[in-house]
């Protein structure tokens, strides 16, 4: 394993590797490493000759001050973790003027209204600054393939159609769910909760669960109404939205269409802590 915080450097070490012919694949990360990124890394080990994982915690795709400050950090637990998984991997750990230069922000993106609901109406500019910093690692890296998590489900199709749009040729390749013990979606984020708090939300999976129960026989409305008075009687977990859209679009659901694919998605608080998760209905 080698780590570099300086992208030059980085270059330089990926271009001896393509000079062998070797394949590269990427997962941009922000740290606090779990079994979930785990699993991305050890996908991308197994289908790329060398892997670049990046641990940033990208400043601009924050719009709370605390949630950036509170964002846990632990590089040295990170490197065991990654030690553990190959040697082939090369870890990127810059700075955020190494990536961004003296000004930290984000560019503006049409992301054909795929940033206007859910996270993207919730956190102001979070989305401008996701597709800010990996179009940044994926024009550096330059991998023959990107990997994400599909717990951020919406960032994985912004990612796409970044990809798409750009017309850049790099394979993004999205990676199921990793779930605690109590089915709580494997988030670095869970750190932050409590052991009961932990546990009691996996009563978010549970109801994402019994909502795709009800996707056969039941309205988007009727679910929706059902999901808040589930949350309304918990004490402990505070619902920020769920809503059930189009795959594809991120569209709301008005009627069920043939052949489309729809998924739920929720945002919660438990602990002053955010948590999102989602599931495939059909
Ligand atoms: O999913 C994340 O951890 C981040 O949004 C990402 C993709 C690493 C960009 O900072």
Same mark, same amino acid.
């Given at each position: 394993m080698?780590?570099f @915080?300086?992208k030059?450097e980085?270059?330089? $070490?990926l271009?001896?590797?393509r000079?062998?012919?070797?394949t590269?694949?990427?997962?941009?990360?922000?740290?606090?490493?779990h079994?979930?990124?785990?699993s991305?890394?050890?996908?991308a080990?197994?289908e790329n000759?060398v892997v670049v994982?990046?641990v940033?915690?990208?400043?601009? $795709?924050f719009?709370?001050?605390?949630d950036l400050?509170?964002?846990?950090?632990?590089?040295d637990q990170?490197?065991?973790?990654?030690k553990?998984v190959?040697?082939?991997i090369?870890?990127?750990?810059?700075n955020?003027n190494e990536?961004?230069?003296? @000004?930290?922000?984000?560019k503006?993106?049409d992301?054909?209204?795929?940033d206007?609901?859910m996270?993207?109406?919730?956190?102001?500019g979070?989305?401008?600054?996701?597709?800010?910093v990996?179009e940044?690692?994926l024009?550096?890296?330059?991998?023959?393939?990107?990997?994400?998590g599909?717990?951020?489900f919406?960032?994985?199709q912004?990612?796409?159609k970044?990809?798409?749009?750009? $017309?850049?040729? #790099?394979t993004i390749?999205?990676?199921?769910?990793?779930r605690?013990?109590?089915g709580l979606a494997?988030s670095?984020?869970?750190e932050r909760l409590? $052991?009961?708090t932990r546990?009691?939300?996996?009563?978010i999976?549970?109801?994402?669960k019994? &909502?795709?129960?009800k996707?056969?026989?039941?309205?988007?409305k009727?679910i929706t109404d059902?999901v808040?008075?589930q949350? &309304?009687e918990?004490?402990t977990?505070e619902?920020? #939205?769920f809503?059930?859209?189009?795959?594809?679009?991120?569209?709301?659901?008005?009627?069920?269409t043939?052949n489309?694919k729809?998924?739920?998605?929720?945002?919660? #608080?438990a602990d002053g802590v955010?948590?999102?998760?989602n599931?495939?209905?059909?």
């Amino acid at each position: 394993m080698h780590i570099f @915080d300086r992208k030059g450097e980085l270059i330089a $070490q990926l271009q001896l590797e393509r000079n062998k012919n070797r394949t590269v694949g990427l997962v941009p990360t922000m740290g606090a490493l779990h079994q979930g990124h785990l699993s991305l890394v050890k996908k991308a080990v197994l289908e790329n000759d060398v892997v670049v994982v990046s641990v940033f915690v990208n400043p601009t $795709q924050f719009d709370q001050k605390e949630d950036l400050e509170k964002y846990p950090r632990n590089l040295d637990q990170d490197l065991d973790l990654l030690k553990s998984v190959g040697p082939n991997i090369l870890v990127f750990t810059p700075n955020a003027n190494e990536i961004y230069g003296e @000004d930290v922000v984000s560019k503006s993106y049409d992301f054909d209204g795929l940033d206007q609901v859910m996270e993207g109406a919730f956190r102001t500019g979070h989305f401008d600054g996701v597709g800010t910093v990996v179009e940044l690692f994926l024009t550096t890296v330059a991998p023959d393939r990107a990997y994400f998590g599909e717990k951020d489900f919406q960032q994985l199709q912004i990612i796409k159609k970044l990809v798409d749009t750009r $017309q850049l040729p #790099y394979t993004i390749v999205g990676c199921p769910i990793e779930r605690e013990a109590h089915g709580l979606a494997m988030s670095s984020r869970n750190e932050r909760l409590s $052991q009961t708090t932990r546990e009691e939300a996996g009563f978010i999976y549970k109801t994402l669960k019994t &909502a795709k129960f009800k996707f056969g026989t039941e309205s988007a409305k009727e679910i929706t109404d059902w999901v808040s008075s589930q949350f &309304a009687e918990n004490s402990t977990l505070e619902l920020e #939205y769920f809503e059930i859209a189009e795959e594809d679009t991120l569209t709301p659901m008005t009627e069920k269409t043939a052949n489309q694919k729809y998924r739920a998605f929720i945002a919660v #608080y438990a602990d002053g802590v955010r948590l999102i998760d989602n599931l495939r209905l059909n």
